[in-house]
Nanobody, 125 residues
């Protein structure tokens, strides 16, 4: 069955970097846009980034633009989120999720269907 599994989270100091991975199975990754969404304690879910099925189009939340980079390797059925210059406010559970189409057209959490279980990212000194 369809499955998305995130990994790569952890504890990092402010200014540090992490790379999250989202491994997909049970469907053909090539056909779908994939996004990353995060949820901080006590806050609503926030769309972080999205990448189109071909990887040719990406978009980002203003809060992460210039610091985060989303990429994908369809041959490996994996989507990545490289996070640099991390800040304490980036602390959250990060989820990858699948759109029902090949394009992104926004990063609002409600646009995404199937979700992974999430991986915790904590930015603290």
């Amino acid at each position: 069955q369809l499955q998305l599994v995130e990994s790569g989270g952890g504890l990092v100091q402010p200014g540090g970097s992490l790379r999250l991975s989202c491994a997909a199975s049970g469907f053909t990754l090539d056909y779908y846009a994939i996004g990353w969404i995060r949820q901080a304690p006590g806050k609503e879910r926030e769309g972080v980034s999205c990448i189109s099925s071909s990887g040719g189009y990406t978009n980002y939340a203003d809060s992460v633009k210039g610091r985060f980079t989303i990429t994908r390797d369809n041959a490996k059925n994996t989507v990545y989120l490289q996070m640099n210059s991390l800040k304490p406010e980036d602390t959250a559970v990060y989820y990858c999720a699948r759109r029902t189409s090949a394009i992104c057209s926004g990063i609002a959490p409600g646009l995404f269907g199937s979700w992974g279980q999430g991986t915790q990212v904590t930015v603290s000194s």
